[in-house]
Every structure is written in C-alpha cells, then in structure tokens.
C-alpha cells in the first residue's frame, strides 16, 4: 500500500484500556468485526478518527502525504 493510500484507507485505534476497537466508519468488515467481538473487545464506530500528516522514506528520499479528509491535495516527493 502506499503512503497515499493509507491516509485514504478508514484509520482504527486501540488504547488497551478499555478493551475498544475505535474505527472509522466503514472501517471494519463484518467478518473483522465478529473476530473482534469473539476475542472481547468491544468495537465502536466513529465518523472521523484523527487528522494526520505522514513523512516516509523511499527509495530516493522522502514522500510526504497531506491528510486528505481536510483537503490535503495528496503526496508530494523530496529528494
């Protein structure tokens, strides 16, 4: 996957304490879902999880990617 489609893909969080699955709308299948149900936790849907901007490093350099669920125009390359 790459950075771009990550920061379109749903986002998710686990804290440990209490045992919830925060995912973003559409996040999970219902198959996922289930399995996280079966192994006690519970799971809790949210319209938007968090805001972000991402930095990776490839090949020649770095990729950088603005968060596009507040008009972040997508990725950019830095060599």
Same mark, same amino acid.
């Given at each position: 996957m790459s950075l771009a489609d990550a920061m379109r893909a749903p986002r998710l969080h686990h804290q440990a304490l209490p045992?919830?699955?925060m995912? +973003?709308?559409n996040g999970l299948s219902k198959d996922? +879902?289930?399995g996280v149900q079966r192994i006690g936790d519970a799971v809790r849907y949210l319209g938007a999880l968090a805001k972000v901007n991402?930095?990776?490093?490839v090949a020649l350099g770095w990729e950088g990617v603005s968060e596009p669920q507040v008009g972040g125009?997508?990725?950019t390359s830095a060599r």
């Open positions: 045992d919830t699955l995912v +973003e709308t996922a +879902e289930a991402a930095v990776m490093r125009t997508g990725g």
